[in-house]
């Protein structure tokens, strides 16, 4: 049997976290980049903004912080997400981890971000 507090809503998350990971200018910026695949043929679709999610952060209703996200064509990340980021890197010979610091260091608005998010 269930006790009352199962039926409790739970408490939300807090906002502060979102502000100090979320870089909307730093996504849109990423989808206007090719797909980090695009060597490797296969692209199809929309560009997309591909949160790394073993770069740490990442927890229930939580994404990882922007800054750890690879431009992905709509076919390359829907292939990350049914495989999984160890047989997606496997099979492509990538490492998105070091990909996306390389990103988040050529964004021109980094430095701005970074001295007002701290």
């Known amino acids: ?7 409790r809503p739970r408490k939300k998350n807090s906002h502060k976290a979102d502000f100090q990971l ?6 849109q910026w990423l989808r206007g980049r090719n797909c980090m695949l695009s060597d490797k043929g296969g692209c199809d679709g929309r560009i ?8 740490g952060g990442k927890g229930m209703a939580l994404k990882v912080a922007d800054r750890f996200c690879v431009p992905m064509c709509s076919a390359h990340h829907a292939a990350q997400h049914s495989w999984g980021w160890q047989t997606f890197e496997a099979n492509f010979k990538i490492n998105a ?3 996306s610091k390389a990103y988040w260091q050529a964004w021109p608005g980094r430095r701005a971000w970074e001295s007002f998010h701290g």
């Open 1 to 7: 049997m269930l006790t009352a507090s199962a039926f």
């Open 48 to 55: 997309e903004a591909a949160h790394v999610d073993y770069a």
């Open 22 to 27: 979320r870089a909307p200018s730093f996504l």
């Open 97 to 99: 981890l070091e990909a």
